[in-house]
T-cell receptor, first 113, second 109 residues
Framework: ETGVTQTPRHLVMGMTNKKSLKCEQH?????MYWYKQSAKKPLELMFV???????ENNSVPSRFSPECPNSSHLFLHLHTLQPEDSALYLC????????????FGPGTRLTVL | GQNIDQPTEMTATEGAIVQINCTYQ??????LFWYQQHAGEAPTFLSY??LDGLEEKGRFSSFLSRSKGYSYLLLKELQMKDSASYLC??????????WGAGTKLIIKP
């Protein structure tokens, strides 16, 4: 149990669907992250939230829309995705004051048909 | 540009020692991290080096040379459960992590 949970664990969606990924952390952290992990590629940082404020958006297409209602919850809203968006989406959390560790959730395996 | 290089795949024998290398070129340096990721699972933190030298933690050790932009993860007394991907990441000047693609380690009996 890492203290960071993600749902769903697996998701298959068509290009016209709208879905949301959810992340929840029970560690009292104040920073949360969305990463994309594709096969044999480095982890790609997508979004960063510090104290619920988005501080980073690494040129992510607008078909990905993050939401952070509080410091424990993070969502990634998906719409009109492309097949190349199929990947493992990982959520992580950490303490801004203690920079040197991020705790990851188990990820959502997304397949876009 | 920013770049983290590590071998794609390595094979080692149970009980042996293996060294996984990582070289980096980043804008700024705020520490180097090693994470372990078993297939289908979340990455888990192994080590953090910010000063030159060797950090030992049980069977795992991590080394850093900032002048050479180089690190390695040393795994001793390999066990079958060590079969996993090992991810190298560097904190850049904005304290964001830049990740390597990971090294898949295969342990054979």
């Amino acid at each position: 149990e890492t203290g960071v949970t993600q749902t769903p664990r697996h998701l298959v969606m068509g290009m016209t669907n709208k879905k949301s990924l959810k992340c929840e952390q029970h560690l009292g952290h104040n920073a949360m992250y969305w990463y994309k992990q594709s096969a044999k590629k480095p982890l790609e940082l997508m979004f960063v939230y510090n104290f619920k404020e988005q501080t980073e958006n690494n040129s992510v297409p607008s078909r990905f829309s993050p939401e952070c209602p509080n410091s424990s919850h993070l969502f990634l809203h998906l719409h009109t995705l492309q097949p190349e968006d199929s990947a493992l989406y990982l959520c992580a959390s950490g303490k801004i004051e203690v920079y040197n560790e991020q705790f990851f959730g188990p990820g959502t395996r997304l397949t876009v048909l | 540009g920013q770049n983290i290089d590590q071998p794609t795949e390595m094979t080692a024998t149970e009980g042996a020692i293996v060294q996984i290398n990582c070289t980096y070129q980043t804008s700024g340096f705020n520490g180097l991290f090693w994470y372990q990721q078993h297939a289908g699972e979340a990455p888990t933190f192994l080590s953090y080096n910010v000063l030159d030298g060797l950090e030992e933690k049980g069977r795992f050790s991590s080394f850093l040379s900032r002048s050479k932009g180089y690190s390695y993860l040393l795994l001793k007394e390999l066990q079958m459960k060590d079969s996993a991907s090992y991810l190298c990441a560097v904190g850049d000047s904005n304290y964001q992590l830049i990740w390597g693609a990971g090294t898949k380690l295969i342990i054979k009996p």
